[in-house]
């Protein structure tokens, strides 16, 4: 059975930290882009940091500097560290594994992140 699912999310004060997780079954990730996305209410989803399969990354301005992405292509894996978090960080959080040739794209059912104190 093909599954994508996000752990790590919570409530945590201003300027704390937090890890997301997303655990892949069904398919394996290697040839596979892997993204967190977010979404805020009220907002679109938006792309918050991606890895290529070859291991190259980009950010949202809005977390450079304080969010990394990883992935475990051995344990079928990614990874997501927030630092310094904000409440404009709060967003529900979803994990994605992208495909081009042939076309797939798989997301997980999202985890919840709050920042407020």
């Known amino acids: 059975q093909l599954q994508l699912v996000e752990s790590g999310g919570g409530l945590v004060q201003p300027g704390g930290s937090l890890t997301l997780s997303c655990a892949v079954s069904?398919?394996?990730?290697?040839?596979?882009?892997v993204g967190w996305f977010r979404q805020a209410p009220g907002k679109e989803r938006e792309l918050v940091a991606r890895?290529?399969?070859?291991?190259?990354?980009n950010y949202a301005d809005a977390v450079k500097g304080r969010f990394t992405i990883s992935r475990d292509n051995a344990k079928n894996t990614m990874s997501l560290q927030m630092n310094s978090l904000q409440p404009e960080d709060t967003a529900v959080y979803y994990c994605?594994?992208?495909?081009?040739?042939?076309?797939?794209?798989?997301w997980g059912q999202g985890t919840q992140v709050t920042v407020s104190s």
């Open positions: 994605n594994a992208a495909q081009l040739i042939p076309r797939r794209d798989y």
């Open positions: 890895i290529t399969s070859g291991g190259s990354t």
């Open positions: 069904g398919f394996t990730l290697d040839y596979y882009a």
